[in-house]
């Protein structure tokens, strides 16, 4: 019954694959959701993880949460050093980890910041060392493999996040590379605070120049520099929207939780992960009624085929499991077709999205959802051959070979 099921979808080969195809493309949509989202909450979590609260400028929080943590959008901008000493002295804090941000190397964030960053994230220099004086850089994994950067390599940054202007006169030297972690450092360059105050302002190493300094002056030049941003770590999280309230009740300052941020996010995808879903079912309820047509249309010109087959000594249920296993051989092959390009098309947006945003996507990774959707997908190819093996099976041979 398998061969001559098989015989019989090989005499109608467009057809055929026309129901194929159109299984396949059900599949591989709901399979790149399924990838893509699970994939993509994942790494936002885990680059978010540890992180309760990101202060910075005035703005919007989730573009405060976009630039501090993922490093994946313009800052929101600036906020003085007497501004941001509330959060880096609060008895509240265990752990506020100063940013400060606005240059970029071959599309990948430079971050000046303490080596406190690396233990947000449990991260070490498996290469060198950690950076000491100023323009000294640590870089990430991904971007040492990248660029093919080693110790001792210098390279140049460039100001802004489009990177059009290069500081040429500024060279930075990589003095580390940190090892993998899976989290958003291995597409950082890290480096001193001061060496992203030295690149901005050309009067930064004047003041730095050896002479005697009056303590009085260099304490208000220090208020009146500028970071970017800060993640904190508190000593209790679930009071995290009580001092966020009292953080923007500062002036110039603005506290976002990533965790809420996050939230709201998910909120905003989910709308088009819905509209996918019901797209990849619509695509499947096609499928099933291709292949219903198919099979029935098959069924009518085949009917003298099962009388011959009656009269051979093939019994009802034979007859009817040969419709089935031909409904089940095509749910197959769209199954599996619609898997590899499902996979295949997660590989390739997430190598461009590499390459764009820096998020990475594999189409390596197989969930158990898959395996549901594979067995959906196969139950709907039995279910659309049932009423024509029904019709097969109750058809009367006598009858049927009369008409000739």
Same mark, same amino acid.
């Given at each position: 019954?398998? &061969?001559? +099921?098989? +015989? ?11 129901? *194929? ?18 994939? @993509? ?12 609260? =990101? ?30 000493? %509330? ?32 233990? @947000? ?21 991904? =971007? ?10 210098? %390279? ?17 030297? *990589? *003095?580390?590379? /940190? ?39 260099? +304490?208000?030049? /220090? ?7 800060? *993640? ?32 709201? @996010? %998910? ?13 990849? &079912? ?9 292949? %219903? ?21 093939? +019994? ?16 197959? /092959? ?19 999205? &590499? ?24 139950? =709907? ?10 019709? &097969? ?12």
């Amino acid at each position: 019954m398998f &061969a001559l +099921s098989l +015989s019989y979808l090989r005499r109608r080969p467009l057809t055929a694959a026309l129901n *194929v195809v159109l299984m396949a493309l059900g599949v591989a949509t709901i399979v790149v959701l399924l990838l893509a989202s699970r994939q @993509l909450e994942e790494r936002l979590e885990r680059d978010a993880a540890g992180i309760d609260l =990101v202060v910075g400028a005035k703005g919007s929080p989730l573009q405060l949460v976009l630039s501090a943590v993922y490093h994946l959008d313009a800052p929101t901008g600036n906020v003085r050093m007497k501004d941001a000493r %509330f959060v880096l002295e609060s008895k509240a804090v265990r752990r506020a980890v100063p940013m400060a941000l606005g240059d970029t190397y071959a599309g990948h964030a430079i971050v000046g910041t303490t080596p406190a960053y690396l233990d @947000l994230y449990g991260a070490t220099v498996n290469d060198g060392r950690l950076w000491e004086g100023v323009r000294e850089a640590v870089v990430g994994a991904d =971007v040492a493999q990248e660029q093919r950067l080693a110790v001792g390599r210098t %390279f140049v940054s460039a100001h802004g996040v489009g990177g059009v202007t290069s500081h040429t006169d500024a060279p930075m030297t *990589v *003095v580390g590379i /940190m090892g993998k972690t899976g989290t958003v450092l291995d597409r950082l360059v890290l480096t001193s605070i001061e060496t992203v105050w030295a690149n901005h302002d050309h009067d930064y190493g004047a003041a730095d120049d050896g002479a005697a300094h009056d303590p009085h002056l260099d +304490s208000l030049r /220090m208020a009146e520099r500028e970071i970017t941003a800060i *993640v904190v770590q508190l000593k209790n999280p679930a009071a995290g929207y009580l001092f966020a309230r009292t953080v923007d009740g500062i002036e110039n300052l603005k506290a976002a939780q990533p965790a809420f941020e996050l939230a709201r @996010l %998910f909120r905003l995808f989910g709308v088009g992960a819905q509209a996918l879903q019901v797209f990849g &079912a619509v695509l499947l309820a096609t499928a099933l009624l291709s292949l %219903f047509v198919t099979l029935y249309s098959a069924l009518e010109d085949r009917r003298y085929d099962v009388a011959m087959l009656r009269t051979l000594g093939a +019994s009802r249920s034979a007859v009817f499991r040969s419709l089935v296993i031909e409904g089940l051989l095509l749910a197959a /092959m769209g199954v599996g077709l619609g898997l590899l390009l499902g996979h295949a098309a997660v590989e390739v947006a997430g190598r461009a999205m &590499a390459q764009a945003q820096g998020l990475r996507l594999t189409g390596a990774q197989f969930l158990p959802a898959e395996a549901l959707l594979a067995l959906a997908a196969l139950a =709907v190819g039995v279910l659309a051959a049932l009423l024509p093996a029904w019709r &097969a099976y109750r058809s009367d041979v006598a009858a049927t070979l009369a008409e000739g």
